[in-house]
């Protein structure tokens, strides 16, 4: 597979691309930041989706109770502090004073308890929570308490680290599984809904009323000072467009440029590119594992022999190769939980003869395999054409379907069959953050309940418990080899590598705030 296919919008630069739509703003505004994010936001609902990009947007729209710094270290964020019984078994979790929405009602303990448990239906962290939870109410309107059968130490972590957002209460009280209809914020930005046209842009204005921690800002946590009246995203599929526009002072950043142009940007003296993410994108192939033929864990095994990271990872970086890390397991280098455990079934001589022997004496006949293609994300397309390719040389029955990532992301929650509208594979990164424990959604082992794939393992189940009970960081790193080589047994999906994706942006901006997603506060003009 010639990687070049993946960047044939390049030509458009050399020609003169099409330019942006004209913002609702005039574009010399002093306080207006353009920005083109990865990709498109088609659910501004963060907990219904797990899209990057609803993450993104998330954090400009609400705050959470704790946020993580760059160490992976939970700090408060809308709480004061917080008070354990001895017994760990409860929590009292104290909100700063005078906290409000953006439509100036304040921010209440009820509002955070409605929040919290629409997150726990979803997410992993909180589905545990809810698996240890004896009760949850608010005190008064700023007292929070969590009453817990188990203790569950990592309670800060789990609520800094997953995205989990304060929502009104009317608002949380949706089921996680009904996307929200408004999007009230407790966060530095108000989401403006009657400047959103999915696939065109979005918008967002300064909540004034917001107020930010007296500190400095470090990943999720600290102060988030906002220093722009308005945000606006555009969006643009094409990356030699995005690049156009960047350079003729049409855009201010655009989030993930495709890389092969960032060389013709380095040393312009009007553009920088930095890499502010410090744990980088870990892409996975993901399977159905309801369905055939991803259903037979032996048939997720057989691939294993053939799966070559470089090539996956080579499909993305091209030449500048420290951009890419190979040798990755089941958690991401830098996590404090990546091992060695297993890693000779990814690391040794790659042997397709041995794939297609295993593959035959899974039992596999032929079924198609339904691999989910998006052409707006230049990381997932390129390791779609990999895998796609891969899949043929071994004898699978592929069929690539192409679309853009947000009908992507609609379709990946179909548990049918293929022939039904399902799926049998989708490639996906996740940011190093959110696979850096064995809590981790890719992770998940519950069936029908869990992650996207919808694994099943009640050894990994059982693992994952015990992590969140160790009583130390020895004991969780020793579970974790425990997970990674569970996990190369059952493959609840594949890793094929991890990356670090610098953004690109003009030159005049400056305050960028290291965290594992684009986050808008501290980015200033000067």
């Known amino acids: 597979m010639h990687r070049r296919t993946f960047t044939a919008g390049a030509a458009a630069l050399a020609l003169g691309a099409t330019r942006l739509a004209k913002p609702a703003i005039a ?18 609902d963060p907990v219904w989706t797990t899209a990057t990009i609803a993450t993104i947007h998330g954090y400009m729209v609400w705050d959470s109770l704790y946020g ?33 929405f953006h439509d100036g009602e304040p921010v209440r303990a009820a509002d955070c308890v409605a929040s919290l448990r629409r997150w726990a239906e979803r997410n992993p962290f909180g589905q545990l929570l809810n698996a240890r939870l004896a009760g949850m109410r608010a005190v008064d309107d700023q007292r929070i308490e969590v009453r817990l059968t188990k203790p569950y130490p990592l309670l800060p972590y789990a609520l800094g680290a997953t995205s989990c957002f304060m929502m009104p209460e009317r608002i949380a009280s949706t089921p996680a599984t009904t996307q929200i209809k408004e999007f009230i914020g407790s966060g530095p930005f108000r989401f403006l809904p009657d400047q959103w046209v999915s696939g065109v842009r979005a918008e967002y204005a300064r909540f004034d ?34 690049i156009a526009a960047l350079q003729t002072n049409e855009v201010d950043w655009v989030e993930q440029p495709l890389i092969d142009l960032l060389p013709m940007l380095q040393g312009k003296p009007d553009v920088r590119v930095q890499t502010n993410d410090p744990l980088g994108t870990m892409e996975m192939l993901v399977f159905n594992q309801l369905q055939p033929p991803f259903d037979n864990p032996k048939l997720r095994q057989a691939l294993l022999p053939a799966i070559a990271q470089a090539d996956f990872i080579g499909a993305i970086v091209g030449a500048q190769t420290d951009l890419g890390r190979t040798g990755i397991g089941f958690f991401p280098e830098g996590s404090p939980y990546a091992s060695d455990a297993g890693m000779a079934a990814l690391n040794g001589p790659r042997d397709l003869g041995a794939a297609k022997r295993l593959i035959a004496e899974s039992g596999y006949k032929g079924e198609p395999v339904v691999l989910l293609q998006p052409t707006d994300a230049a990381p997932l397309l390129a390791v779609s054409e990999i895998a796609a390719d891969l899949f043929k040389k071994l004898g699978l029955n592929v069929r690539l379907e192409s679309m853009d990532l947000g009908t992507l992301t609609a379709r990946r929650n179909k548990q049918d069959a293929v022939e039904q509208g399902g799926w049998s594979c989708i490639p996906v990164n996740w940011n190093g953050l959110y696979v850096a424990t064995p809590m981790s959604s890719p992770l998940s082992a519950n069936g029908k309940d869990g992650w996207i794939g919808w694994a099943k393992s009640d050894r990994r189940e059982q693992l994952r418990a015990a992590w969140l009970d160790a009583n130390s960081d020895a004991q969780r790193k020793q579970i974790a080899i425990e997970v990674q080589q569970e996990a190369f047994q059952s493959i609840p999906f594949m890793p094929v590598g991890q990356y670090f994706q610098p953004a690109a942006f003009r030159s005049d901006l400056t305050g960028f705030v290291r965290a594992p997603f684009s986050v808008f506060w501290g980015v200033r003009r000067s």
């Open 68 to 100: 993580v710094d760059t160490t992976l270290t939970p700090r408060p964020q809308m709480l004061a502090g917080h008070d354990i019984a001895a017994d760990g078994l409860t929590w009292t979790l104290h909100l700063r004073d005078r906290l409000l």
């Open 209 to 242: 009323r917001y107020k930010p921690r007296d500190e400095a800002p470090d990943g999720y946590a600290g102060g988030k000072v906002v220093n722009f009246d308005r945000v606006q995203w555009l969006i643009q599929p094409d990356p030699a467009t995005a």
């Open 27 to 44: 574009q010399g505004a002093a306080r207006l930041l353009r920005f083109v994010p990865q990709s498109n936001l088609a659910s501004p």
